[in-house]
């Protein structure tokens, strides 16, 4: 049980906000109810004097507390509701299938909830998220360089004007060869520290960050303007990769990753920096300063602190192994708790010991 008043404090106040960034942190047990919670459980909150804070599921169930059926502590944390997770498999199975209020019928789900929901979690309603995958379909196809009647056909467009249309309003115009056209596909994945989004095409990795980090929406579209690329929901072989070894990682068991990172992100100096970054030993850290020192310019340690901060690739570029000169964590785009976990994890595996501060 933690019991250190300071962390205690701050770790109700994020019970409290429901603050998603200390997902997998911490372990609330209510002394009242017997029952144990992830920070963000939807549950009434109850008095602080009522709360234990654990830094383990594990631990929280040893002290004889039971598992929230709300939250669900004992289970991969996800901010997807049962709806929208029937609604995402069912357009899996077929991505050039054209819904109607019948098909949300078949599926128990009202059409209403599935438009509500959608919105709130990805921007957009179920349709334009169906749309995005129809016509992901449809960018492959035209790199390929099949005709484009075809390409509208089998990716469910009965209509050319309407293909045309969709297309403009993701692509611009619609093009006539297939290397007019660039496609990421984005997808969205579960760990232990919360929902996580990545973006890649079959060969490299552009984009992984947690999905509640400040900013993300204009990160993703000022890489998508710069690059001139259309990003769609979906999956492919190196993403499906990249789940997976995440998920060795977290559990423990991998300490590298062999994901492909492009190199068309980032000026030459936050790409050495990011280079240098990935040759920090896991369960090691290191300062600004000092990395400023082996980027060869040792003033240069609050352009370090930028180049970190624009790192959009987390875990595989492990700027969360960059600390101050005095011990202290420093910044984290995830959240400061993220970071304290990550490298405590990583010192774990590697059987180092070293005094972090939270601050």
């Given at each position: 049980m933690i019991r250190d008043q300071k962390e205690v404090d701050t770790f109700y106040q994020m019970l409290i906000e429901r603050n998603s960034s200390y997902e997998g942190t911490f372990f609330v047990g209510v002394r009242t109810t017997g029952i144990f919670c992830r920070p963000t459980c939807p549950a009434k909150k109850p008095k602080q004097e009522n709360c234990e804070f654990f830094r383990t599921a594990k631990e929280a169930a040893l002290a004889s507390y039971r598992p929230c059926k709300r939250c669900q502590p004992l289970n991969t944390p996800s901010t997807l509701s049962s709806e929208v997770k029937k609604l995402v498999e069912a357009i899996e199975e077929n991505p050039q299938r054209k819904w109607s209020d019948k098909d949300f019928d078949d599926l128990a789900i009202s059409a209403n909830t599935a438009r509500r929901q959608f919105k709130k979690q990805f921007g957009m309603t179920f349709i334009e998220y169906a749309r995005a995958r129809r016509l992901g379909t449809a960018f492959q196809h035209i790199r390929n360089g099949k005709p484009l009647i075809y390409t509208q056909m089998d990716s469910g467009f009965e209509s050319s004007n309407?293909?045309?249309?969709?297309?403009?309003?993701?692509?611009?115009?619609?093009?006539?060869?297939?290397?007019?056209?660039?496609?990421?596909?984005?997808?969205w994945m579960e760990t232990t520290l919360g929902s996580m989004l990545a973006i890649g095409d079959e060969h490299e990795l552009y984009l992984l960050e947690f999905v509640d980090r400040r900013g993300l929406e204009k990160e993703i579209e000022r890489m998508r303007v710069k690059l001139s690329v259309a990003i769609v929901p979906g999956t492919n072989e190196l993403l499906e990769d990249l789940e997976q070894q995440l998920g060795e990682y977290f559990e423990g068991d991998r300490s590298s990753f062999d994901i492909p990172l492009t190199d068309k992100i980032g000026s030459s100096f936050q790409k050495n920096v990011w280079r240098l970054l990935g040759e920090i030993p896991p369960g090691k850290t290191i300062s600004y300063k000092e990395l400023a020192i082996q980027a060869g310019n040792p003033k240069a340690y609050r352009a370090v602190a930028r180049?970190?901060?624009?790192?959009?690739?987390?875990?595989l570029i492990p700027c969360h192994r960059v600390i101050t000169s005095n011990g202290e964590l420093g910044g984290y785009a995830g959240g400061l708790q993220r970071k304290a976990?990550?490298?405590?994890?990583?010192k774990m595996k590697a059987g180092c010991h070293e005094n972090l501060t939270v601050y």
């Open positions: 309407g293909f045309r249309d969709a297309f403009t309003r993701i692509m611009g115009d619609v093009p006539k060869k297939n290397k007019n056209i660039t496609l990421l596909t984005a997808k180049a970190n901060g624009a790192n959009q690739i987390a875990i976990w990550l490298l405590e994890l990583e």
